[in-house]
């Protein structure tokens, strides 16, 4: 596609089920980076892909939440036994560079997760 | 950890005005890049302009240009001849040499027509 898309746009969870969110990055970008922004805050990294690998997971809050990229382009952040706390818009954000220092990061629209 | 500071919550323009947005970050490295990204409301982020710590002259993209003062550890954005459009929330991002970005809590910007 022409930009990253995510899916689902919008998810609403009771207090203790799993959720799955998906991200598409753009066609052959090599990077992935996954946010959370709260609401009224900046996003915040949780983790960073670069193909398959996850380089980088040290912004992830806690064991219940996991990312893959097995395949290295679609992505997967799962979010086990939801809490209110998680509620949050999570962003993904795809580059076509590996670790490039110059590289622009293009966001997707985010999925708004709201646990009740 | 780097992190990053914009203390202005709201800013308000009129229409072809010039409003300048403030943004300081704290780091210990030496190379960096440093980000002006605009969020619409209910839509993605995207670029504004951008950065490189190692290089003195100032970015500039068309209206938008920075003021980036490196001993400071100040980066701010002036939006010359501002536009209904321009109308959003700004976010200033640090990005560090190990991919990580860090970013600024935001400043919502409203352009008075």
């Known amino acids: 596609g022409a930009g990253v898309s995510q899916s689902p746009r919008y998810k609403v969870a009771k207090r203790g089920q799993d959720v799955a969110l998906r991200c598409d990055p753009i066609?052959?970008?090599?990077?992935l980076f996954w946010y959370q922004q709260a609401l009224g805050q900046g996003p915040e990294f949780l983790t960073y892909f670069q193909n398959e690998a996850q380089l980088d997971k040290s912004g992830l809050p806690s064991d219940r939440f996991f990312a893959e990229r097995p395949e290295g382009s679609v992505s997967t952040l799962k979010i086990q036994r939801t809490q209110q706390e998680d509620s949050a818009v999570y962003l993904c954000?795809?580059?076509?560079?590996?670790?490039?220092?110059?590289?622009?990061?293009?966001f997707g629209p985010g999925t708004r997760l709201t646990v009740l | 950890a780097q992190t990053v500071t914009q203390s202005q919550p709201e800013m308000s323009v009129q229409e072809a005005e010039t409003v300048t947005l403030s943004c300081t970050y704290d780091t210990s490295e030496s190379d960096y890049y440093l980000f002006w990204y605009k969020q619409p409301p209910s839509r993605q982020m995207i670029l504004v302009i951008r950065?490189?710590?190692?290089?003195?002259q100032n970015a500039t993209e068309n209206r938008f240009s920075v003021n980036f003062q490196k001993a400071a550890k100040s980066f701010s954005l002036k939006i010359s001849d501002s536009q209904l459009g321009d109308a959003a929330m700004y976010f200033c991002a640090y990005r560090s040499f190990g991919n990580q970005f860090y970013f600024g809590t935001g400043t919502s910007l409203t352009v008075i027509p």
């Open positions: 954000a795809s580059s076509s560079l590996a670790g490039d220092f110059t590289d622009t990061q293009y």
């Open positions: 950065q490189e710590a190692y290089k003195q």
């Open positions: 066609s052959g970008h090599v990077s």
